[in-house]
């Protein structure tokens, strides 16, 4: 029986599964790689190996498995790679973008002015760790609807939102 969140993304080659998990970690260090998210989906597009190595890495639920996924390619030609490893790169960056992918409803337009990545993936450690009591790992560990769901389970629908 899988009991692992629906948000974690298997990942197979040869004997070796990695599970990626679109956590706050990974998406604060991928986000950073290349500059943002655009340039990273790029990288994963032209199967750049170094990029491709570290979303593993750094994705990755157990950080050993990962290692032991990716030593087990050296040696794969670069279409067994690419055949491999993009699929589940694209899935896991999508998660990334979008939070919200929980909700029920259709997402409204936004009405407040744009937050760049980083600085949502800043503001929701603080929540975590904050507001939460979360530990940092596990902040780390949490996907931003983990976090979200759990910001709703919080909230204290009586006290007047000027005073929080």
């Not at 298997?10 to 990626?20: D, H, Q, R």
């Not at 919080?154 to 000027?162: A, E, G, L, V, W």
Request: some cysteine; overall charge neutral; hydrophobic content about 45%.
């Amino acid at each position: 029986m899988n009991n692992r969140p629906a948000s974690d993304i298997a990942l197979t080659y040869g004997s070796n599964t990695v599970w990626l998990r679109p956590s706050l970690r990974a998406a604060t260090v991928l986000e950073r790689m290349h500059g943002g998210f655009v340039p990273l989906l790029q990288k994963v597009q032209q199967c750049h190996t170094g990029t491709l190595r570290e979303i593993v890495l750094n994705s990755a639920t157990d950080r050993a498995a990962g290692q032991r996924l990716v030593g087990a390619m050296k040696g794969a030609t670069i279409v067994t790679i690419h055949k491999t490893l993009a699929e589940p790169a694209f899935a896991l960056i999508a998660a990334l973008m979008t939070p919200d992918k929980d909700q029920g409803e259709a997402a409204k337009a936004p009405s407040g002015k744009p937050l760049a990545w980083g600085d949502l993936y800043a503001d929701a450690y603080k929540i975590a760790t904050g507001w939460l009591g979360w530990t940092p790992d596990t902040a780390w560990a949490a996907t931003l609807p983990e976090i979200m769901r759990y910001v709703t389970l919080n909230i204290d629908f009586d006290t007047p939102m000027d005073s929080v």
